[in-house]
């Protein structure tokens, strides 16, 4: 009885946790999309100063760096943001092409570690009024329910005496 409680207390913990996924996904995709949406702005300017000089973007910055040490710095600086650009735009068009479990199985391999810690600092919890919200409820409340139960019986076990063995004579 005991082991059936404390199992469904980890099922529900799981459900409540796991449920959040899809709001906190759905956050991050939103912050995600103003830092690609910024940083376009920043690339297409500078290709446009690129353009109105008659070079592309690479002559560019290949001509930064050749310049004093502000060019060279700031050379370093647009390459940066060129590379960050490519990136996280490669990342936003992920996220809205795949479905909330593949984001889930997948989406460790894109994240952008400063955004995402500024989505967990903004984030608030929502009521898992979804499909998907649901699907993660139910999943959590599976895995945290059967983790609980296969630990307290293991447990259990491991508390229980062996039975002696009958002896012989």
Known sequence: MIIRMMALAGGLCGAAGLSQFPEYSQQYTQRLSGAVEELSSVVMQFDADAAQVGMNRTEALNDLSQGSAMAQARAQSMGYVLTRHDRLSAHLATLKTSTALSNTLTSW?????????????????????????????????????????????????????????????
């Open 109 to 169: 391999r894109y994240i952008e570690s400063d955004l995402a810690r500024q989505t967990w600092a903004d984030f608030k919890p929502a009521v898992p009024a979804s499909a998907e919200g649901l699907g993660f409820a139910a999943g959590g409340f599976l895995g945290g329910y059967t983790l609980i139960a296969l630990a307290l019986t293991g447990l259990m076990r491991l508390r229980r005496k062996p039975k002696s063995l009958p002896q012989t004579g």
